[in-house]
């Protein structure tokens, strides 16, 4: 099992960039499935974008041409950066991983072990 920790959350105005990072510790699995979700008041955590150790990456419609997912893997650092952030993508951002490649469930907390503590992002209009 590893440990996750965001940091890089905070606040922006609409259009405006951030970039979360999720140190990994511990070790780092040899296959492996990566991923940010969101979870915003009142709603369900939803699964937004990953990376896969097979070089593959998925996300959702909603964040295509503005979030982008990377892996340091000498760093162990996960990296989401986030640029044209709309007043929806307010949330709760968390770094999920698994030891198995992403599957087409990737977006389902269920195939997830590990789970960071969450970082705040929050875009005013």
């Known amino acids: 099992q590893v440990q996750l920790v965001e940091s890089g959350g905070g606040s922006v105005q609409s259009g405006g960039s951030l970039r979360l990072s999720c140190v990994v510790s511990?070790?780092?699995?040899?296959?492996?499935?990566m991923g940010w979700f969101r979870q915003a008041p009142g709603k369900e955590r939803e699964g937004v974008i990953a990376?896969?150790?097979?070089?593959?990456?998925r996300y959702v419609g909603s964040v295509k041409g503005r979030f982008t997912i990377s892996l340091d893997n000498a760093k162990k650092t996960l990296f989401l950066q986030m640029n044209n952030l709309k007043p929806e993508d307010t949330a709760m951002y968390y770094c999920?991983?698994?030891?198995?490649?992403?599957?087409?469930?990737?977006?389902?907390?269920?195939?997830?072990?590990?789970w960071g503590q969450g970082a705040q992002v929050t875009v005013s209009s």
């Open positions: 999920a991983a698994d030891m198995r490649t992403c599957s087409g469930s990737w977006k389902s907390v269920t195939e997830y072990n590990d």
């Open positions: 990376i896969s150790s097979d070089g593959s990456r």
């Open positions: 511990g070790f780092m699995y040899r296959r492996y499935c």
